[in-house]
């Protein structure tokens, strides 16, 4: 099979996981409904994954790669620490990642992610990598001590935006949730300068 079409079949797989689980929740999202969500066998999700754990561990290792992806396409076009800081908000609060189903799927591997070693460490990997990259662009704002504590709370609240998108309470688009943080950083940053 050439590569562009492993990668598009591979990307069928977590699109179909990431539906399955917002449609069924993630115990019911049975190997046998995620496969039938593209119209294949369970024994195809078999194959190229061994078992759901993998595909799940795959499909957040997906979306893991798109915030990295988004978080440098966003960086490139910055300059300043204070542009760097908001690229970092937009890639973790993009309309590719921001949606209703993703954040249901993520939701849910945040509820397993303690009973399933491979999805904890993946969590530890992905907010360890927002923590740093808010804080790398923060000290430059505001100084270290202050710059760990702003990370954490800024954390929190995409964190939040996040759960309130998959239980349906949060209703705003991506770029009104990206307002949101980034005025939360500039009011902070503002602060700290005073």
């Not at 849910?108 to 009973?115: E, L, N, Q, R, S």
């Not at 992905?126 to 000290?139: E, F, H, K, M, Y």
């Not at 939040?160 to 349906?168: D, P």
Request: aromatic share 6%; hydrophobic share 45%; charged share 25%.
């Amino acid at each position: 099979m050439p590569e562009r079409l492993q990668v598009d079949r591979r990307q069928q797989f977590i699109d179909a996981t990431i539906n399955a689980i917002a449609k069924y929740g993630f115990g019911e999202a049975t190997v046998q409904k995620i496969a039938g969500e593209i119209g294949i066998t369970a024994a195809n999700v078999h194959h190229n994954f061994g078992d759901k754990a993998g595909l799940i561990e795959a499909t957040m290792r997906a979306l893991m790669r798109l915030i990295s992806e988004e978080s440098a396409e966003e960086s490139a076009k910055a300059v300043t620490a204070r542009e760097k800081l908001a690229a970092v908000v937009r890639a973790n609060l993009s309309s590719s990642l921001f949606e209703t189903n993703i954040c249901r799927a993520w939701l849910h591997f945040w509820v397993h992610a303690p009973h399933r070693p491979e999805l904890q460490r993946l969590e530890r990997i992905n907010a360890g990598r927002l923590r740093s990259n808010l804080v790398r662009w923060l000290r430059d704002l505001v100084g270290h001590d202050e710059a760990g504590i702003i990370a954490s709370h800024c954390a929190a609240i995409i964190d939040g935006l996040w759960i309130g998108k998959a239980l349906g309470t949060v209703d705003l688009t991506p770029q009104v949730a990206q307002t949101m943080v980034i005025g939360f950083l500039d009011d902070e940053i503002t602060r700290c300068s005073r």
